[in-house]
């Protein structure tokens, strides 16, 4: 959609027409100290609570309370299976098949967990390579793999980076790299929405070009997940990990999921970390006998459930399943490209989008480059109630997110960004 109009009540049209709108009442929207709701635009770095989140969370409390350690097998939702209740639904949200999800652990260690098993460096092929902008955890995950298998972690770290003068990534740049290097290279591990410009990458392409000169290929999906099709499956990709606290709304800190496609489902070569929960289910519990390892990527499970965190996000699957993924996404698309025509139509000097304006290679997130870098303007926004996030050295990334931000959200985000701006 391109024929977008200025105005408040534009706007409210446009949430009128929207069939998604209810979905708002769903969330507790942060207010100020006032009582007026405030425009939360940080859904990239935390998702807003469901309302039915504490029901989910109060129900194994009280199976707690009632059953003790019974809960595993006698709860109404039964805790020693409960990973099981998100499989199939994280699976729609990330393009994948069940046999190829699981939830667990926190998003870095899956990363580890992922990498013990397909970054197998040999003499003559030991690198990895990663986008220069990676989000931090990454670049110091990968640094720290390559040290641990006695690599220098510089000489063996290589970029894929932007021109000089430019915000965002080239195909044309990887695939030389890949000429160059590609003999050298055992993983490449890209964000699959790159943190600070919102670039979202075309999965298939990089494992596609990665595989041909036979490199492992894995995403950092926390950006993506919940944001943008993924379509892991399709991707070809051998391993992805994301987190569940930012688009899928599971609070702070919350588990993270993990891809391993399915051509690895069975494969008892892999190197990899094993505990119980990996184990054979049938016979988990007999507590003797040698490792007999679960197919698919439940064989990278260590440790039973954490299950408050889960039950928080079996809520936001709940809202996911009812909503509808692509429904969600086509309602992204059109919140984001009136924010960048809202945006555009400022025709300021001082401001500008770095994101792609290509609908399909960005998810909801505007990262809006600021002109001398300086911090002030973030915080007259948020001054102003509009709650965005800066990241150095100058950007300010706004996420209008379909399940709860509105067309007049956007629009008063604008508005009070051009007062201050004047």
Known sequence: MSNYKNGLE?????????????????????????????????????????????DYIDQELQDWANLGVEGHTEGQNPWLHYHEYLTEAMAKVVGANPLEVVVMNSLTANLHLMMVSFYQPTPKRYKILIEADAFPSDKYAVESQLRHHGYDDKEGLILWKAREGEELVRYEDLEDILKKHGHEIALIMIGGVNYYTGQFFDLKRITTLGHSYGCVVGFDCAHGAGNVKLDLHDSGADFAVWCTYKYLNSGPGSLSGAF???????????????????????????????????????????????????????????????????????????????????????????????????????????????????????????????????????????????????????????????????
Request: hydrophobic fraction near 35%.
């Open 10 to 54: 534009y706007a409210k049209t446009l949430d009128q027409n929207d069939k998604l709108s209810h979905f708002r009442d769903q969330f507790y929207i942060p207010k100020d100290n006032e009582g007026n709701e405030l425009i939360y635009m940080t859904g990239n770095s935390l998702g807003l609570q469901p309302k039915i989140t504490k």
């Open 260 to 422: 391993v496609h399915e051509r690895h489902a069975h494969r008892k070569d892999l190197n990899r970390f094993t505990g119980w929960w990996s184990h054979n289910k049938e016979t988990r519990f007999n507590m003797r006998g040698e490792f007999d390892q679960l197919p698919g990527a439940e064989g990278w499970q260590l440790s039973n459930p954490t299950i408050l965190s889960m039950a928080a996000i079996r809520a936001s699957m709940h809202i996911f399943e009812t909503a509808g993924f692509d429904t969600l996404c086509d309602k992204s698309k059109l919140l984001t490209g009136y924010f960048e025509f809202l945006i555009n139509e400022l025709n300021n000097e001082h401001i500008k989008i770095i994101t792609p304006n290509n609908p399909d290679e960005r998810g909801c997130q505007l990262s809006i480059q600021v002109k001398n870098a300086d911090k002030k303007l973030h915080q007259q926004l948020m001054e102003a109630g509009v709650i965005t996030d800066w990241r150095e050295p100058d950007v300010i990334r706004c996420a209008p997110v379909p399940l709860y931000n509105t067309f007049e959200d956007i629009y008063q985000l604008v508005e009070r960004l051009k007062k201050i701006l004047n």
